[in-house]
């Protein structure tokens, strides 16, 4: 019994087009979008050093208040999340903190929010991605009793060196005041 020539060719490119879409660990990575994948380049252990103003949107004279320690980003669910685990000391003390990073596909943007270990309070999401190399957030909040808007950037300065920035407006968003810098170099393991 012969088999058609055609009919092979049929079955053979058949399994060979099963085979390429089957859903594997190395498919389903190439599959997700590049947004998604937009905090890959964090995950690992930092040196950390921070800047914090000391009383934002005060109106009084800046006074920097310095940290030193490390910051450590570990994925999440496929590294659709990650979280950084943060703390650092200096003469005015010690923060310990987190930041929860969720991507959401539907929008595709990320939510970052941070708590502080103090409080245990999550403060409100700042929400936005990365364009050009340099990922912009937004958000609400308040400074004590007043609203404020609140701008997170994030800036590779090279594999293994990253800026944050954190700054705050009092008028929806047209004065800025930075009021947290922190220069993170990767620590090789």
Known sequence: MTVPYKRILTVGLSALLLIATAVSPAASVASVPDAQRAFDWEIGTWRSTVRVLAEPLSGSADQWLQFDGTSTVRPLMDRRANVLEFAVSGPNGRIDALNLRLYEPQAQRWSLTFVNMRDGLLTPAVHGGFRDGVGEF????????????????????????????????????TTWETNWVAVDHRIRR
């Open 138 to 173: 937004h958000g609400d909040d308040r400074l004590g009793d007043r609203p404020i808007k609140v701008r997170f950037l994030v800036v590779r300065q090279g594999p293994d060196v990253a800026r944050f920035e954190q700054a705050f407006s009092a008028d929806g968003g």
